[in-house]
């Protein structure tokens, strides 16, 4: 039994071997927080893209870079609730739309003091072209961007809280959750279009001043940084254990105690947290928002970043989302139509091939390397069997003894 | 004031009528073979296409209907053999692969027939309406959409439940390991039922495509209205999709006249979300024991 | 003396069927008792009820002097209740360390578990169970790598780690083979040393290996109780389970 140690897994020591007189020691490993590798190589990637507008002039792809951090927080928030809790929540935008539109529109109307309208005006524009001849008073605290920030961050959170409390509670996932939420995504894109005196409507919030600079930029990978911290701590705990025993068997879970309900509140608290600081951020950066980045097609977009990236692994989403989204802005403009062609197979590719994103087959491999293929087999088999268990909790009968379908 | 809301709740029967189409192809794939078919809005969007080619070649509705069924039918079968059969036991994933293949359709639609809308009139003899309570004309083609509805329904009851098929089909949902070794073909089943739920779809795009003009973002609201149907009506269950259509139908005509069509849908979705606070399966679902 | 858990007149029907009519039912401390009974009789019906799956139509459950009727399962686990499934029921990418770390007692509140760190003292206990259910060697490999009768030790383990007031073991030998099964009910009779028992079982082997108080259940009500000699002589019993004959 003695296995060559890994670099990454530390070797926690049992107790030695009893009265056999062999000094063996029983090893158990055990994920290192942040493995070497990890860090170097997680060092050099920020190091890269904060350095960028140093090194490399292009304007447009220091927006691109900006974006796509946003974008990979927002993927990351999804990897927390799906891959690590099991929830596949299609309106994530909701959360992210609501943060980015708090800001823009906080941004907006302190640009509009600064520069009036055609007619003098010291509200945002798309207001007047809608009859209002002022700002309207319940949106006056947001003249404060901390107030609005606060605001960006709180309100979806409350939100999700809120959601959680109502479904959660009574035991509802898998597809009737991924359903509902799409529902509400779709229902705030509405919304957001017809209120469009207050929103911007279908033109969204737009020419107000954005903070398109390095300093942002290393603001941004700042935030990257602490959320992907606070994500694996959150996952190589004492809570990531009972979250991913919730998630391979909800039930058992319950009968052991833990209050499952309360558990996937409190992720989906915290990954709309992420979500909207996302969505914050990006309002900020890009200087445009609209009703497309609170609606369903962009939850979705989310989710198959995650996917193609590697649901579970956390940088996984992180690549997903570079990847994808470059190769969307590199290829859509001389492919036009045939990009949404490739990203229709894309969608069908990753879920019937590649089932475990890139970092995930890359672990896979590299732990078939490891521990051996039959090993392997089982770590997948195992991950397919509490990835099915997200049918919905039936406790009708007797739980996961019987197929209740 | 009541008047009013006496006169939407009798046009809101036509919307209850587009509903119960819409969601019925779903309900049978969904509540019967357990795929969530995220695609469904564009299978409906290629049955409005069909009808739109039929017309052009100088067909009607009613020629619509049964040449729709066939063709989306066929792409059913297409999509089940190719993708759905191998991630059956997955249903989160067919969720995405299904989005993957609706986002295929709309841009293969629109590679063939360009980004314009098109129009699809109704028959000839549904042109014009009645009068009903007060000042509100009900045009015949919604008054042909409420039958539809009704045949459709009896359709599908008489398929699942008075026919060979249908008896192979509850047989295998109930317990599929079984029905192999009694010798029923469940891959055949699988088929048979994923097609014929497209098929459906196909039918209610021919049967909707007058309505609306005809584009390849029309399916979409219809998909999100459809699960809707079906989550608060209950899956697996024809009374499911009644039911849920009806109180869908009626509570989003009646709410969006007093307020707005905003308002009237999230109203709408809170109610549906209250109602599955108390009933988690839906109306006409398998309930919880607790 | 107040019995550890008692049961009143229980009745719950699931579906139209009564399958508990009426049930009164008692344990006391530090009991290893065995619940008989052919199938249908709500046996697992009994333990849904008491673990808080089902709300019984009528009647009520007391546990250690509360009353737990109708509880959520999490506060009656809290309660001191554990229970064991018929199925072996673990966390399946999880390594078998952590399935026994997840369930030991302790705290289980979302912000207990936040910042909290293994002890050495729980430690200690992890690998103390793991011994006692023989699953030391295969600390870090993840539970879906055990055979089945390794699975249903795990989950014993688990349930131990859960230090409960009251164990209920459903079947807990189903797909074992013979050695497995003498082993299992020594190592039950090792738990009952410590806390109360309910074991529901079909194999008479095993019953007679470690059965003090017997309590047979029949459609839904007792059918009769007491030790074992005495029930396993009964000509009721014997009619209903066994059929008539001579007990083997």
């Not at chain 1, 947001?142 to 961050?153: G, M, Q």
């Not at chain 2, 073979?33 to 039929?54: F, K, P, Q, S």
């Not at chain 2, 779809?201 to 390849?216: E, F, N």
Request: proline residues 3%.
């Amino acid at each position: 039994m003695a296995e060559v140690a890994v670099r990454d897994d530390k070797m926690m020591e049992g107790p030695a071997e009893k009265g056999s007189g062999r000094a063996k020691r029983r090893a158990y490993w055990a994920p290192r927080f942040l493995p070497l590798w990890a860090l170097i190589g997680g060092a050099a990637v920020i190091a890269l893209i904060g350095a960028y507008p140093y090194y490399g002039g292009n304007e447009y792809i220091l927006s691109l870079l900006g974006k796509f951090l946003c974008f990979a927080i927002f993927a990351l928030s999804i990897d927390l609730i799906w891959g690590f809790t099991g929830i596949l929540s299609l309106g994530q935008a909701v959360y992210f739309g609501i943060g980015a539109y708090f800001v823009a529109l906080s941004l907006k109307i302190n640009y509009a003091l600064i520069h009036p309208t055609r007619y003098g005006g010291k509200f945002p524009d798309f207001m007047e072209w809608n009859g209002l001849t002022e700002l309207p008073h319940f949106m006056t605290p947001l003249i404060s961007t901390p107030f609005a920030v606060v605001c960006a961050l709180l309100f979806p959170t409350l939100l999700a809280f809120l959601f959680g409390v109502i479904t959660f509670k009574r035991h509802i996932y898998g597809v009737y959750c991924a359903v509902i939420t799409l529902a509400e995504s779709l229902i705030l894109q509405d919304f957001i279009i017809e209120y469009q005196a207050y929103t911007g409507g279908f033109n969204g919030i737009t020419d107000y001043s954005n903070y398109a600079t390095p300093a942002f930029l290393w603001f941004i990978l700042a935030v990257v940084v602490v959320f992907f911290v606070i994500a694996r701590a959150l996952t190589h705990s004492r809570v990531g254990t009972v979250l991913k025993s919730i998630r391979d068997n909800d039930v058992r879970a319950e009968f052991m105690g833990y209050n499952v309900a309360n558990y996937r509140i409190f992720v989906f608290c915290v990954s709309a947290f992420m979500a909207a600081a996302a969505g914050a951020l990006y309002a900020a950066w890009v200087g445009i928002v609209s009703f497309l980045d609170a609606g369903p097609v962009f939850s979705i977009e989310g989710v198959i970043w995650t996917a193609v990236g590697g649901r579970g692994t956390l940088i996984g989403p992180f690549i997903g989302a570079f990847l994808v989204k470059g190769a969307e802005f590199f290829l859509s403009g001389t492919l036009a139509q045939w990009w949404q062609i490739i990203v229709g197979s894309l969608f069908i590719f990753v879920v019937l091939v590649l089932r475990d994103g890139i970092v995930g087959s890359i672990a896979n491999f590299l732990r078939a390397r490891r521990k051996g293929a039959a090993f392997n087999q089982v770590v997948e088999e195992a991950d397919q069997k509490a990835h099915d268990r997200q049918l919905d909790w039936s406790p009708a009968g007797v739980p996961a003894d019987e197929n209740v379908r | 004031m009541l008047q009013s809301i006496i006169t939407q709740f009798f046009s809101g029967f036509s919307v209850v009528a587009i509903l119960v189409i819409a969601a019925l192809g779903l309900a049978i794939i969904f509540g019967v073979a357990g795929v969530i078919n995220m695609a469904h809005g564009e299978l409906i969007m290629v049955g409005a296409y069909t009808a739109a080619v039929v017309g052009k070649l100088g067909g009607n509705t009613f020629i619509a209907i049964p040449v729709a069924f066939v063709v989306v039918g066929l792409l059913g079968l297409i999509i089940e053999r190719g993708i759905i059969q191998w991630i059956y036991d997955r249903p989160l994933e067919t969720l995405l692969a299904t989005w993957g293949v609706g986002i295929l359709l709309q841009t293969i639609i629109k590679l063939i027939f360009g980004p314009e809308l098109y129009y699809v009139g109704a028959p000839k003899i549904f042109e014009g309406g009645f009068r009903v309570i007060g000042r509100l004309p009900f045009p015949y083609y919604r008054m042909f959409l409420i039958v539809m509805a009704i045949l459709l329904l009896l359709l599908v009851y008489y398929v699942i439940f008075r026919t060979n098929l249908g008896l192979k089909v509850r047989a295998v949902r109930r317990n599929r390991a079984i029905s192999g070794c009694l010798g029923i073909d469940t891959a055949r089943i699988d088929m048979t039922i994923f097609a014929f739920g497209c098929g459906l779809a196909g039918i209610a795009g021919a049967v909707l495509a007058p309505i609306k003009s005809v584009s390849t973002t029309m399916g979409f609201p219809y998909a999100v209205d459809s699960y809707m149907v079906l989550v608060l009506g209950g899956v697996g269950s024809l009374w499911g999709v009644l039911s849920g259509g009806a109180l869908i139908g009626e509570a989003e005509t009646i709410l969006s006249f007093i307020f707005n069509n905003v308002i009237g849908r999230l109203l709408v979705f809170l109610f549906i979300v209250i109602i599955i606070r108390i009933v988690p399966r839906g109306i006409f679902g398998y309930n919880e024991r607790r | 003396m107040a019995s550890l858990l008692e049961v009143k007149g229980l009745t719950t029907r699931v579906s139209g069927f009564t399958i508990l009519n009426n049930l009164d039912f008692s344990i006391e401390e530090n009991e290893l008792r065995v619940l008989l009974g052919p199938n249908g009789a709500g046996k697992t019906t009994l333990i849904c009820m008491i673990t808080g799956q089902f709300k019984p139509v009528a009647g009520s459950i007391n546990f250690a002097g509360r009353d737990i009727t109708g509880w959520a399962p999490d506060d009656i686990f809290q309660a001191g209740i554990s229970r064991k499934f018929q199925v072996p029921n673990m966390y399946e990418t999880l390594s078998v360390f952590d399935n026994i770390m997840v369930s030991l007692q302790g705290r289980r509140r979302v912000f207990a578990t936040l910042f909290q760190r293994l002890s050495g003292e729980e430690r200690d206990r992890i690998w103390e169970i793991l011994e006692f259910v023989e699953l030391a060697d295969k600390a870090s490999d993840p539970a879906d790598s055990l055979s089945h009768g390794q699975r249903q030790w795990l989950e014993l383990g688990m349930l131990i780690a859960s230090n409960p007031k009251l164990l209920l073991l459903d079947e807990p030998t189903t797909g074992m083979t013979e050695e497995g099964k003498r082993k299992t009910a020594e190592l039950i009779r090792k738990i009952a040393k410590t806390h109360t028992v309910l074991l529901v079982e079909h194999d008479m082997h095993i019953v007679r290996q470690i059965g003090q108080r017997i309590t047979v259940l029949h459609q839904g009500q007792m059918l009769a109780e007491g030790p074992m000699s005495e029930v396993m002589n009964n000509e009721t019993v014997r009619r209903v389970y066994l059929g008539k004959g001579k007990f083997q």
